[in-house]
């Protein structure tokens, strides 16, 4: 009892030599760019795909916790300088 549609051969595994390497880890200066592009709303489109590859969601959610922090301490540094003044 054949629904008619023909069926796929089986996959067969491929060699091991044709295994393809893991992506590589973003480095802290990409993850940093990664972050500060975003903080501005402006990233391209293939730096994005990129990015999707090498960097992971725990990663940019740290950076972008510390980067806020170290935005925050220093806009609150300028404005006391600026009021002592």
Do not use: N
Request: net charge positive; glycine share 8%; charged share 15%.
């Amino acid at each position: 009892m054949s629904s008619g549609t023909p069926t796929p051969p089986p996959r067969t595994p491929a060699p091991p030599g044709d295994v393809a390497p893991p992506p590589r880890q973003a480095t802290l200066l990409e993850l940093l760019g990664a972050v500060f592009w975003s903080f501005f709303g402006v990233r391209k489109s293939e730096a994005m795909r990129r990015d999707t590859v090498t960097i992971k969601p725990h990663q940019v959610i740290i950076v972008g916790v510390l980067c806020a922090a170290v935005l925050v301490a220093a806009l609150l540094i300028l404005v006391r300088l600026i009021t002592r003044g």
